[in-house]
């Protein structure tokens, strides 16, 4: 039986090979948005240690805009040319 939690289990992947919140949620068994809170924990705890959340940005796919407020997070719409096709933030933990 694994005793990890799902935080911890997202960590191990992160550690492993970058991913998005929709992958994620769908082999944890979890929703989106409880990924992104996940992984904005991990990055809060990860801040004494040496690794560090990196995030490759949410990108629209019609204009390239990357420049969105929260890189965690996966926007609805581009701000820029108004397209619903955006590409989700992908994460990995890496060590410093």
């Known amino acids: 039986m694994d005793d990890q939690t ?7 992947t992160l550690r492993e090979r970058p991913d998005t919140p929709s992958a994620l949620a769908e082999e944890f068994g979890v929703s989106r948005g409880t990924v992104l809170t996940h992984v904005r924990h991990l990055s809060k705890s990860l801040e004494e240690t040496d690794e560090e959340l990196l995030v490759k940005p949410p990108e629209c ?15 609805s719409r581009c701000p820029e040319c108004k397209s619903e096709s955006i590409e989700e933030p992908a994460f990995v933990v890496e060590a410093v």
């Open 6 to 12: 799902t935080r911890e289990r997202i960590l191990d």
């Open 61 to 75: 796919r019609e204009c390239g805009f990357d420049g969105f407020d929260d890189p965690v997070n996966v926007p």
